[in-house]
């Protein structure tokens, strides 16, 4: 039964696994760079003490049991930027592959880190994040598509004759696959979210196949192309789209667990989920949230995908390099192309006195997979790329295979590579039957292990999931401030521009998804507007301007509107409630 587990859903191909890391290594980086925006001033706003929630008192109060954040120690806006400048360049190396299984565990931390200094608007898109974190830091990442790879047979291999480069000797003995109870725990919690997501939609807007519609017509989330389709929606759009949601999402279950017929249900789930989330995301934003279903999509690419791919690359050109075997730039260039040769669309000849000019590297790098949309950059960089090609060389020297690790610490590491995935996925399991209230109450358990609790606290996978569930919202929510300067004039200082009271009547605003939150839970967080009335003081100060501008008193103010219905484009029921302004809070 044990065996039968691992290979039917504790397996994936070590391509599939590169593939993936360098997938979620690009959604660390961009989400860091969208959340920071781009290190200027939403890095201020969500992660400085000049912000909306300074360090001291997140550590003072937290928000939830298990807070915790390596960022708490950095509280100015040059130091927050030195530290995130530090998680940049952490997840640059774990999406090379570069040291990989130590960049695993410091993405892991990062983006913890990241994630809990400003968890007050946390979401689906960062749970799932942390969910992948947390779940592939058990699996080995770092077999193909790294730099870890490559550097080790570069120095294993030495060979730089057209028989040795032909022979591709490194992919002797190279995994094929990576087996272990993490890739189980990773797509179980994934089938999970889909299914407590499907039967959770038990709403009016779900039946009646108006979820959409609504949707489209929520402000704060609606990207251009929602403003474009919503005012010219036809009658049979949203409920298409609605009832497609329910099927996809109830069919992903299946799809991901079945242990039969894989090479045809893992690629099904592929483009369910890309299908799927690829949609949302062009119509609303919702943060990493469709990103990170996508990105975990890549690791059901089966070896049948593979195949089919390199199907494909028969059809890209072949192309004979020839090189002088007595130059070592020669040598190296060619055993490092013959490496990124997966197409096999490479020969290799030895021409004493050879010379590669930039238009000759140009048409080789068209001939290997991936790489012939950057051979334009090839004449620009080739003098560049020349004394890269010699550092590594010089970098790289044979040697070796490193000896074997003693047998403790290979025990230890296999223990560990079991034990957490159990540990993790038990955790997993009773916070599914505790937080989801579609579970029977007699399935759900009244009491566990504290351990339990630490690891869902601690690493921030909650388990509830009920995304636009059961309803989707028929309300759309916006703060408006309303701040008197000192030459009388009114301004909002969240856009800088005068307060606009019916801004609920022409949107969409196109926020980012902190700002998104911030204006729907703000009025839920009492004891946090102090700490907002002082922001946005200091974010008009910030910028620099003559005294008669300064601030003198300021409100603060909720719009609620309800959304039109199906067949209409008119926002109703528009009411405005004062929050607070600068009295006693």
Not at 8 to 19: E, I, K, Q, S, Y
Not at 105 to 132: C, D, K, W, Y
Not at 261 to 287: D, N, S, V, Y
Not at 496 to 511: I, Q, T, V
Request: net charge positive; aromatic share 12%.
């Amino acid at each position: 039964m044990w065996k039968f587990v691992l290979e039917r859903w504790g397996t994936l191909d070590t391509r599939t696994l590169g593939l993936f890391r360098i997938g979620f290594g690009l959604l660390l980086i961009s989400n860091l760079l969208d959340r920071t925006g781009f290190f200027g001033d939403d890095l201020v706003s969500f992660y400085s003490n000049d912000g909306i929630w300074p360090n001291h008192y997140a550590l003072f109060l937290p928000p939830t049991p298990g807070y915790w954040s390596l960022l708490s120690g950095f509280s100015t806006p040059t130091e927050v930027r030195l530290a995130m400048l530090a998680i940049l360049a952490i997840y640059v190396a774990y999406t090379l592959g570069l040291y990989t299984r130590v960049m695993q565990v410091l993405a892991l931390l990062a983006l913890e880190s990241v994630n809990f200094r400003f968890l007050l608007p946390q979401h689906g898109g960062t749970v799932v994040m942390n969910i992948i974190a947390l779940w592939t830091v058990f699996i080995p990442l770092g077999d193909r598509f790294s730099l870890d790879a490559l550097f080790a047979s570069l120095r294993q291999h030495p060979g730089a004759t057209s028989d040795a480069l032909a022979r591709r000797e490194w992919l002797e003995g190279r995994a094929a696959t990576r087996s272990g109870l993490a890739v189980f725990g990773l797509f179980f919690n994934f089938a999970a979210i889909y299914f407590f997501n499907t039967v959770h939609k038990l709403g009016a807007s779900w039946r009646d196949g108006s979820a959409v519609h609504y949707l489209l017509w929520q402000n704060r989330m609606a990207t251009h192309l929602a403003e474009f389709v919503r005012l010219h929606e036809p009658a049979f759009l949203s409920p298409a789209l609605t009832f497609g949601t329910l099927v996809i999402e109830g069919s992903l279950v299946v799809l991901l667990l079945s242990p039969f017929f894989q090479e045809k249900t893992r690629p099904a789930a592929l483009a369910c989920i890309w299908g799927l989330h690829g949609g949302i995301a062009l119509m609303t934003t919702l943060g990493p949230f469709s990103y990170s279903m996508m990105t975990f999509g890549l690791l059901t690419v089966t070896p049948g995908l593979w195949a089919w791919l390199e199907r494909r690359w028969d059809k890209l050109p072949t192309v004979t390099v020839r090189f002088d075997g007595a130059s070592a730039l020669h040598r190296f260039g060619v055993r490092l192309l013959a490496r990124l040769d997966l197409g096999r669309r490479l020969s290799f000849e030895d021409v004493p006195g050879a010379r590669l000019a930039a238009g000759e590297v140009t048409a080789i790098m068209k001939a290997l997979p991936g790489w012939r949309f950057f051979a334009f950059l090839v004449p620009a960089l080739f003098p560049t790329l020349r004394w890269a090609l010699l550092t590594l060389d010089a970098q790289l020297t044979p040697r070796p295979a490193p000896p074997r690790a003693p047998p403790f610490v290979e025990q230890l590491a296999a223990a560990t590579r079991t034990v957490g995935p159990v540990l993790v996925l038990l955790a997993v399991i009773s916070q599914l039957l505790m937080e989801n209230w579609s579970v029977p109450p007699e399935l759900k358990p009244a009491t566990r292990p504290q351990w339990m609790t630490d690891i869902i606290n601690y690493w921030q996978v909650p388990q509830g999931w009920s995304m636009f569930a059961p309803d989707v919202p028929k309300q759309d929510t916006r703060l408006v401030v309303d701040a008197t300067l000192a030459d009388g004039t009114h301004v909002d200082p969240l856009t800088e521009a005068p307060p606009d009271f019916e801004a609920l009547e022409h949107g969409p605003w196109f926020m980012n998804q902190h700002w998104c939150e911030v204006h729907a839970r703000m009025p839920g967080w009492r004891h946090h507007w102090r700490n907002f009335r002082d922001y946005l003081y200091r974010r008009h100060a910030a910028r620099g301007l003559p005294p008669e501008k300064n601030i003198v008193s300021l409100e603060v103010f909720k719009l609620v509107g309800d959304m039109p219905p199906p067949g209409s484009t008119v926002v109703t029921n528009v009411k405005r409630e004062r929050l607070f302004g600068d009295g006693p809070l």
